[in-house]
């Protein structure tokens, strides 16, 4: 489909990559158009009917998560629905895939064209660590590895309290730079793709591409800060055969 976006990143040619967008689909509103969230309210056979499209129109088996805002990475499997923020795998065909609406989504693969990875990240994620995790389970050097990162809440919509500036400058001092001062005494505005490049440099990874999206005012994409009640879109990486 057209209105999907396709990563702008110097992947392999085995390494495929698509984030969906509201554009087609079953939901009805709130959730009108390609939502993929199981969790969000939405009516259930209009979800399964848009997953179906999305496997066919893709031709690959997604590894659908139940994403908590943690940490937990795992080797995706079509088969079984995880607990977990992040997933990988080697096995052509099979999609790590994550759901999102503000949270920032983060798709990895290795220059080789071997193994490709997809982490969910909001903030209390990216600040325990999930990139990180992600960067490990995949088990390559850093340097070998490119990170996309996908559409998220944008640095003019993500206003913040104190604690989660305190939580970011308490691991990394220069975290410091991706907050300013916000409108609001004692908010400040926060920089998820610069948190994230910080981050991942951190551990060595360098090649990292995408970022300058806002999911609150583009309308393409599902937003919770915008609507609460209201689907997700997905964001999904694999290996053609």
Not at 169 to 190: D, E, T
Request: negative net charge.
């Amino acid at each position: 489909m057209k209105t999907w976006l396709t990563p702008d990143w110097p992947a392999p040619a085995r390494v495929r990559a698509c984030v969906t967008t509201r554009e087609g689909g079953f939901s009805q509103s709130p959730y009108e158009g390609l939502n993929l969230g199981s969790h969000v309210g939405d009516d259930s056979q209009a979800v399964e009917r848009n997953r179906r499209t999305l496997t066919e129109t893709l031709g690959c088996q997604p590894a659908w998560l139940s994403q908590v805002h943690g940490v937990r990475v795992v080797e995706a499997d079509p088969q079984r629905v995880d607990e977990a923020d992040a997933s990988w795998t080697s096995e052509p065909g099979v999609a790590a895939a994550v759901l999102t609406a503000d949270c920032l989504p983060a798709l990895f693969c290795d220059r080789a064209g071997t193994r490709v990875a997809a982490a969910h990240a909001g903030w209390r994620g990216l600040a325990n660590g999930v990139l990180e995790a992600t960067l490990d389970a995949l088990g390559l050097p850093p340097e070998e590895v490119l990170v996309w990162l996908g559409p998220a809440i944008g640095p003019e919509a993500f206003e913040v309290g104190p604690e989660v500036r305190e939580a970011f400058v308490a691991c990394h001092p220069q975290a410091g730079q991706a907050f300013r001062p916000s409108a609001n005494a004692g908010k400040f505005m926060a920089d998820i793709y610069q948190l994230a490049r910080l981050r991942l440099a951190a551990r060595g990874a360098t090649a990292v591409y995408g970022g300058g999206f806002c999911t609150v005012s583009d309308p393409r994409f599902y937003s919770y800060r915008r609507a609460a009640q209201t689907g997700r879109f997905a964001s999904l990486v694999w290996l053609a055969d």
